[in-house]
């Protein structure tokens, strides 16, 4: 766009809402992306080192707090603070304490991958957790849980970014199961937890048709089980991919610790214990070892 240009509050290019955030495109030139993006309070969000050393971001807090969680050591970041990004060798999290606004400059075009697709997706999960009156946010909890994992796994960049989407979407599949069998109270029939069992399956489907296909994998792996005892394959140790083993441990977790519609949220501590039990036998050691450092950390457990 050539020569001046004003804007008024509130014009964008374009505009993505998800659970935790909205972000504004509000230009775009030579690779350069510049957003304005709101985090609501209580969401975490991360910073992801990018595949180019060369990229640069820069983020500069309009209002609200974000607390920042590096090295052990927790700082608090206000109105006209800012930071920036280049080089990172991991992620680094962060945690909006009350709404927070802030400016996002990043020299690679980074608002393109929250397309059609992406919001199409978002809007998915949405309506598979709004079904489910259990599940709420669940989806976006085993996306943080993973990427911690990730972060102490040291896991690639890419592949840290792949296991960040799938987690998010791994229960996409959910939404072709009937609500009364996902609210069920009691125990379900045969043929009900046979429908359960497709939305991995269906999930994998419902991505292969768009450009997020390289999921698909991960996504129908995530109910199973290093023994063979999983589903919908009944696959084995390496047979599957490491992505969807710590899927399957974050998961499980936070299914354990939230209420569900058969019975009461279970304490951190137990569902820990509970994963530990089934160390080597259904879930990954590492990944269970790996996890159970990270509650740690947080203070979660003991
Ligand atoms: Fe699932
Ligand atoms: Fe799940």
Excluded at 62 to 78: A, D, H, P, T, W
Excluded at 92 to 119: C, G, M, N
Excluded at 210 to 219: C, G, K, Q, V, W
Aim: hydrophobic residues 35%.
């Amino acid at each position: 766009m050539s020569g001046l240009n004003l804007f008024k509050r509130g014009t964008n290019i374009d505009i993505v809402r998800q659970f935790s955030n909205e972000l504004s495109l509000l230009g775009r030139e030579n690779g350069v992306d510049i957003m304005y993006q709101t985090v609501f309070k209580d969401k975490m969000f991360y910073v992801y080192p990018s595949e180019d050393p060369e990229t640069y971001e820069f983020v500069y807090i309009l209002s609200g707090e974000i607390e920042y969680e590096g090295n052990g050591e927790k700082q608090i970041l206000k109105a006209h603070d800012y930071f920036t990004v280049k080089g990172l060798k991991s992620p680094e999290f962060f945690k909006a304490k009350t709404d927070v606004t802030y400016l996002w400059i990043i020299t690679e075009p980074t608002f393109h991958q929250l397309s059609e697709d992406h919001r199409n997706l978002n809007d998915l999960i949405k309506k598979v957790e709004s079904r489910d009156r259990y599940t709420f946010n669940h989806s976006e909890r085993v996306a943080v849980y993973s990427m911690k994992v990730a972060k102490k796994l040291k896991l690639d960049t890419a592949t840290a970014n792949k296991l960040n989407r799938a987690a998010e979407l791994h229960d996409i599949g959910k939404i072709n199961v009937p609500v009364e069998i996902l609210n069920k109270p009691g125990k379900l029939t045969k043929d009900e937890f046979d429908l359960i069992k497709k939305h991995p399956g269906d999930g994998a489907d419902m991505v292969r048709k768009t450009s997020y296909s390289y999921l698909a994998e991960i996504i129908e792996q995530h109910h199973e089980r290093i023994d063979g005892s999983g589903y919908p394959f009944g696959l084995k140790g390496n047979e599957i991919t490491l992505e969807a083993k710590i899927i399957a441990v974050c998961d499980t977790y936070d299914a354990m610790t939230d209420d569900r519609a058969y019975r009461k949220a279970l304490s951190p501590q137990f569902a820990i214990d509970e994963l530990n039990r089934l160390s080597g036998i259904q879930y990954e050691p590492k990944v269970v070892q790996t996890f159970e450092e990270v509650l740690k950390e947080e203070g979660i457990i003991n």
